[in-house]
């Protein structure tokens, strides 16, 4: 989960009093979080870029604070303060207004239809007249940080950028252009570079290097411009220098684009709710009319209430407590869930505020209920109904087999559920469209590109990494694998596999053999065709020629069995022959 750091001295001043740290402590635990360190900048930069880099630093006292993952707006100081706050009934929680200019020119954002190759979407908004002091300047710049990586997913979903209104000119161009054609000067840079030029700059840069990637092969380039054609950004990687902004900065103009239109506007929500608090209208943010390619228009942010209606009874049973409506009710608005009770106390009309993304279903609204209310407050009580746990047959056969298997001398090994498509394809000497295999959309390395297939090529990898070890090396696996089928709504299903594998200076078919033979004797199965299992005579290019039989049960296939194809053993960077088998043991259940 996301932590944030907050100075102590700041946190205690926006709260209105001061805490010791286990009162503090306590108080985050009340609210759901956890106080995960104290520490402080100097501590907190000499852990992270060693001593050198932390002289000069303060020795201000930091607060680290743990906080759930789907609460963006707890990700900043105001956030935090502010739900702190109204938990503690100090405050009524504010309400959000997006609302147009006083003299009507509101500001246009058009989006050209070249951003679609790229990143499609994009919102705007204006925090007119707002104050920057040094700290809720930093802390609006970190929390633009935390929604890149968080809901942001590093920026792959959502960027946004930040200018002063008042060095540029709308309206506001959204556009993707060959990356040649774009040249500007980026932030704290001297002078201009081309995209292509800045793909090289920022190439060795700690921080940017690893935007890099989101856009670097695409054809198009994403980039914002305003009236003069003046560069505010080039999302995902930097902005402008021209429209940077400062302390003195007043008026803040807010581009958020993304290849997720909820994210984009969720993002942006949060942005602007917490931080116009510093606004001269506090909590009133200027909207900004979008354009899309397709002419339509939308106004943006949305900062859009809805409500929720949930029976008492239901709250009630959910948390094992018995309060009355309006009880209920107090205790949600606590959690920044404005509630009030309706249809004769039966009923509870809770209002969700735009800065409350994570609230999805009913049970949402129930755990906030169980929070306010207090988790050390709910009483222990034994459940009306019985219930009995037990280990699903599956497991339970899969434990039974690797003891035995251990036991006629195999060892177990354990290998990662996702590999390279290379594994399933190429080493094994199979076409990669024939495999059904689930693809990772976004890998991050090369060697965790699909969901494995067959559990061959980890058990061979294993004996590769441990090839020196004295000879025959005999090693199992019982695990699952994952193949794309129509059959299951989720597009893939699991299948409990059992491979062998026998290395020495001979195959040891007869060892490999023995081992299946043992097997189904362990499991009951006869040697028969009618309604046992055998083997029959199958050609396959993982196997050498002539040495290789499908496992049948009951006349069906379940696997495979033979001595493995030369090249096969070689791409695995092995020397000596290998035998191997492979079957599911899901029939014998």
Same mark, same amino acid.
């Given at each position: 989960m996301p932590t944030i750091a907050v100075p102590r001295d700041l946190l205690f001043e926006a709260l209105g009093r001061t805490y010791t740290d286990e009162e503090f402590e306590e108080l985050c635990f009340d609210y759901g979080?956890?106080?995960?360190?104290?520490?402080?900048?100097?501590?907190?930069?000499?852990?992270?870029? @060693?001593?050198?880099?932390?002289?000069?630093?303060?020795?201000?006292?930091?607060?680290?604070?743990?906080?759930?993952?789907?609460?963006?707006?707890?990700?900043?100081?105001? @956030?935090?303060?502010?739900?702190?706050?109204?938990?503690?009934?100090?405050?009524?929680?504010?309400?959000?207004?997006?609302?147009?200019?006083?003299?009507?020119?509101?500001?246009?954002?058009?989006?050209m239809p070249a951003t679609a190759q790229v990143r499609p979407f994009a919102v705007g908004a204006v925090l007119r007249d707002i104050t920057f002091t040094p700290e809720n300047y930093k802390s609006f710049i970190d929390l633009q940080d935390k929604l890149h990586h968080n809901i942001g997913r590093r =920026?792959?979903?959502?960027?946004? @950028?930040?200018?002063?209104?008042? $060095?540029?000119?709308?309206?506001?161009?959204?556009?993707?252009?060959?990356?040649?054609?774009?040249?500007?000067?980026?932030?704290?840079?001297t002078k201009e570079y081309t995209a292509v030029e800045q793909m090289e700059l920022y190439s060795k840069d700690s921080h940017l290097r690893h935007y890099l990637p989101i856009i670097r092969d695409k054809p198009v380039y994403p980039i914002l411009y305003d009236r003069n054609n003046v560069v505010l950004s080039m999302p995902p990687i930097i902005n402008g220098d021209h429209t940077k902004i400062t302390l003195e900065t007043k008026n803040v103009f807010i581009d958020i684009t993304g290849t997720d239109l909820n994210k984009v506007q969720t993002s942006l929500d949060i942005l602007v709710s917490t931080f116009s608090q510093y606004?001269?209208?506090?909590?009133?943010?200027?909207?900004?009319?979008?354009?899309?390619?397709?002419?339509?228009?939308?106004?943006?942010?949305?900062?859009?209430?809805?409500?929720?209606?949930?029976?008492?009874?239901?709250? &009630?049973s959910r948390i094992g407590i018995n309060e009355n409506a309006?009880?209920?009710?107090?205790?949600?608005?606590?959690?920044?869930? &404005?509630?009030?009770?309706?249809?004769?106390?039966?009923?509870?009309?809770?209002?969700?505020?735009?800065?409350r993304a994570d609230v999805i279903h009913a049970c949402d609204v129930i755990e906030d209920v169980a929070v306010a209310y207090g988790f050390n407050n709910l009483v222990e009580r034994i459940p009306h109904t019985n219930t009995i746990g037990d280990q699903l047959p599956i497991n339970k056969l899969t434990d039974l087999l690797r003891q035995e298997m251990a036991s006629a001398g195999?060892?177990?090994?354990?290998?990662?559920?996702?590999c390279s498509s290379e594994d399933i394809s190429d080493k094994l000497r199979k076409d990669m469209?024939?495999?059904?295999?689930?693809?990772?959309?976004?890998?991050?390395?090369?060697?965790?590109?699909?969901?494995?297939?067959?559990?061959?090529? @980890?058990?061979?990898?294993?004996?590769?990494?441990?090839?020196?070890?004295?000879?025959?090396?005999?090693?199992?696996?019982?695990?699952?694998?994952?193949?794309? $089928?129509?059959?299951?709504?989720?597009?893939?299903?699991?299948? =409990?596999?059992?491979?062998?594998?026998?290395?020495?200076?001979?195959?040891?078919?007869?060892?490999?053999?023995?081992?299946?033979?043992?097997?189904?004797?362990?499991?009951?199965?006869?040697? /028969?065709?009618?309604?046992?299992?055998?083997?029959?005579?199958?050609?396959?290019?993982?196997?050498?020629?002539?040495?290789?039989?499908?496992?049948?049960?009951?006349?069906? /296939?379940?696997?495979?069995?033979?001595?493995?194809?030369?090249?096969?053993?070689?791409?695995?960077e092995l020397t000596n022959p290998c035998a191997a088998l492979e079957i599911t043991i899901e029939p014998f259940l």
């Amino acid at each position: 989960m996301p932590t944030i750091a907050v100075p102590r001295d700041l946190l205690f001043e926006a709260l209105g009093r001061t805490y010791t740290d286990e009162e503090f402590e306590e108080l985050c635990f009340d609210y759901g979080l956890e106080l995960d360190e104290i520490t402080s900048e100097k501590a907190m930069i000499s852990k992270e870029q @060693g001593a050198e880099k932390a002289e000069g630093a303060s020795d201000v006292v930091i607060y680290k604070v743990e906080v759930p993952a789907n609460r963006y707006d707890l990700l900043c100081l105001e @956030g935090l303060v502010r739900a702190l706050l109204v938990f503690l009934q100090k405050i009524d929680h504010p309400r959000y207004v997006a609302t147009p200019p006083a003299d009507g020119n509101m500001e246009r954002l058009v989006i050209m239809p070249a951003t679609a190759q790229v990143r499609p979407f994009a919102v705007g908004a204006v925090l007119r007249d707002i104050t920057f002091t040094p700290e809720n300047y930093k802390s609006f710049i970190d929390l633009q940080d935390k929604l890149h990586h968080n809901i942001g997913r590093r =920026r792959a979903l959502v960027s946004m @950028g930040t200018h002063d209104l008042d $060095t540029i000119q709308g309206p506001f161009r959204y556009d993707a252009e060959p990356p040649e054609k774009i040249k500007f000067r980026p932030l704290n840079q001297t002078k201009e570079y081309t995209a292509v030029e800045q793909m090289e700059l920022y190439s060795k840069d700690s921080h940017l290097r690893h935007y890099l990637p989101i856009i670097r092969d695409k054809p198009v380039y994403p980039i914002l411009y305003d009236r003069n054609n003046v560069v505010l950004s080039m999302p995902p990687i930097i902005n402008g220098d021209h429209t940077k902004i400062t302390l003195e900065t007043k008026n803040v103009f807010i581009d958020i684009t993304g290849t997720d239109l909820n994210k984009v506007q969720t993002s942006l929500d949060i942005l602007v709710s917490t931080f116009s608090q510093y606004c001269s209208k506090p909590f009133q943010i200027e909207s900004v009319e979008v354009t899309r390619p397709d002419g339509s228009k939308m106004i943006t942010p949305t900062l859009e209430y809805r409500h929720e209606q949930l029976p008492v009874d239901l709250v &009630n049973s959910r948390i094992g407590i018995n309060e009355n409506a309006d009880a209920l009710a107090k205790l949600l608005t606590r959690m920044c869930l &404005n509630s009030e009770v309706v249809e004769g106390n039966k009923q509870l009309r809770v209002e969700v505020p735009p800065t409350r993304a994570d609230v999805i279903h009913a049970c949402d609204v129930i755990e906030d209920v169980a929070v306010a209310y207090g988790f050390n407050n709910l009483v222990e009580r034994i459940p009306h109904t019985n219930t009995i746990g037990d280990q699903l047959p599956i497991n339970k056969l899969t434990d039974l087999l690797r003891q035995e298997m251990a036991s006629a001398g195999f060892t177990e090994v354990l290998t990662f559920a996702l590999c390279s498509s290379e594994d399933i394809s190429d080493k094994l000497r199979k076409d990669m469209s024939t495999t059904k295999a689930v693809t990772i959309s976004n890998p991050k390395t090369l060697d965790f590109q699909v969901a494995r297939t067959c559990l061959l090529p @980890g058990v061979l990898k294993t004996i590769s990494n441990n090839r020196k070890m004295p000879l025959p090396i005999k090693a199992f696996e019982i695990s699952d694998i994952v193949v794309q $089928t129509k059959e299951r709504d989720v597009g893939a299903q699991n299948h =409990r596999h059992f491979c062998a594998v026998h290395y020495n200076k001979s195959p040891g078919f007869e060892v490999i053999h023995g081992l299946l033979d043992r097997t189904m004797q362990l499991l009951e199965v006869p040697f /028969s065709k009618e309604d046992g299992y055998h083997l029959q005579a199958v050609e396959d290019a993982t196997y050498f020629p002539g040495r290789c039989a499908d496992v049948c049960f009951k006349g069906q /296939s379940i696997g495979r069995i033979g001595v493995l194809h030369p090249e096969v053993v070689t791409k695995f960077e092995l020397t000596n022959p290998c035998a191997a088998l492979e079957i599911t043991i899901e029939p014998f259940l």
